[in-house]
């Protein structure tokens, strides 16, 4: 008989790295280039512009990294409190333990005889990790990893940034904030497209939903430059 090999790929083994890839690049994009377009509707010449957006790319790719290793950190430390818990736990009430597990699998649809051999079993193999996984909902799969998201978020936001400043640097002073702001839209539409691609979800959809709020944000950067432009002026 030939052996069985398991060839499926799950979206949720991507969660991690694509969570922080998704948030740091869009994140990058739009907010460099609302910067860029606000700072250009005020009036400012092209200097000043590409100033304000390599102030905003490093800015925010500092701000990115922070947030993300806090964030995750936070949750590792809870992960990490829930299983030295469950430890004790096991260590000091191993038949209660054992009965929790057994409850666990009969609320999925075992029967009681079945449930019971089925959490003795696994907590011969592996006592902590059967309850990790099956009460606490943790796996190796989606623990949190906090350096690994930073650097994520960081590349990324800096990839998604760099995007509007070259169109700074290719265009005039004059068709700074309108190629910037087309540039911008094409490059979340394609980013939402690829995010949702690679999530499973639908292309169109993630598409629209990026693009929405990128241009909802430039817009309002634009109005603020424009009107303190004004008033400046």
Do not use: C
Not at 85 to 91: D, G, I, Q
Not at 116 to 122: I, R
Request: hydrophobic share 50%; charged share 15%; aromatic share 2%.
């Amino acid at each position: 008989m030939s052996r069985l090999s398991h060839s499926e790929i799950h979206m949720v083994h991507r969660i991690g790295w694509l969570r922080a890839a998704v948030l740091g690049a869009n994140d990058g994009l739009v907010s460099t280039a609302s910067l860029v377009v606000g700072v250009a509707a005020a009036g400012s010449g092209k200097p000043e512009v590409m100033i304000a957006g390599l102030a905003g790319l490093v800015a925010g790719a500092m701000s990115m990294a922070a947030g993300e290793y806090v964030s995750v950190s936070s949750q590792t430390d809870a992960e990490q409190a829930d299983l030295a818990r469950e430890s004790r736990e096991l260590e000091e009430t191993p038949e209660a333990e054992l009965e929790e597990l057994t409850r666990i699998y009969v609320e999925r649809g075992l029967d009681r005889d079945l449930a019971e051999k089925v959490a003795v079993q696994l907590t011969e193999r592996d006592a902590l990790g059967s309850h990790a996984r099956d009460e606490l909902g943790i796996s190796e799969t989606v623990t949190a990893r906090p350096i690994q998201a930073a650097l994520v978020s960081a590349l990324t936001f800096a990839a998604g940034a760099v995007l509007p400043l070259i169109v700074v640097l290719l265009v005039s002073e004059a068709q700074i904030a309108p190629l910037v702001a087309g540039s911008m839209i094409l490059g979340l539409a394609v980013l939402g497209g690829l995010g949702a691609s690679a999530g499973g979800a639908g292309v169109v959809r993630g598409a629209t939903r990026v693009t929405l709020w990128g241009a909802l944000a430039m817009a309002a950067t634009a109005g603020v430059g424009s009107l303190f432009g004004v008033a400046v002026g």
